[in-house]
C-alpha cells in the first residue's frame, strides 16, 4: 500500500486537482475520495494534504470558502478555480505523456 512519502513529486497535487474538478471538497473529504477511488491503495495523510491545499491556494489554482459539514461542523471547502482547471487539464496530457513513456521502457520498447 502507498503512501504519500511514495507518490512521485507533484503527483499529490494533481490528484488534489482532478478530486476537485468534480465538486468542491472540503480537506478530510479530498483524503477519503482519493483514498475511495484508488480502492486503499493511496492515503493521504494530514500532514501532506494540508500543505497541498495551503500550496495550491497560494498559487491560485483552487480557493477555500468556509461552510457547515454533513456533520454541521464548520470546515473549508476547496473548490477549482479557472486557473486550476487549466494547470489540472496540461498536468493530465503531461502525465499521459510520461505514463505512456514509461509503459514503453517497462515492456522494453
Not at 5 to 20: A, E, M
Not at 70 to 80: E, G, H, I, P
Request: glycine share 10%.
Amino acid at each position: 500500500m502507498a503512501t504519500s512519502t511514495d507518490l512521485l513529486q507533484g503527483t499529490l497535487d494533481l490528484l488534489i486537482l482532478k478530486t476537485l474538478d468534480l465538486e468542491p471538497m472540503h480537506g478530510w473529504g479530498i483524503a477519503l475520495r482519493i483514498q475511495q477511488v484508488s480502492k486503499e491503495a493511496l492515503q493521504i495523510g494530514q500532514g501532506s494534504l494540508y500543505p497541498a491545499l495551503h500550496r495550491l491556494e497560494y498559487k491560485g489554482l483552487i480557493k477555500a470558502e468556509w461552510g457547515a459539514s454533513d456533520n454541521n461542523r464548520k470546515a473549508k471547502y476547496y473548490s477549482l478555480t479557472r486557473t486550476g482547471k487549466k494547470q489540472l487539464d496540461a498536468e493530465l496530457e503531461n502525465w499521459d505523456r510520461i505514463a505512456g513513456a514509461i509503459a514503453l521502457v517497462l515492456k522494453g520498447a
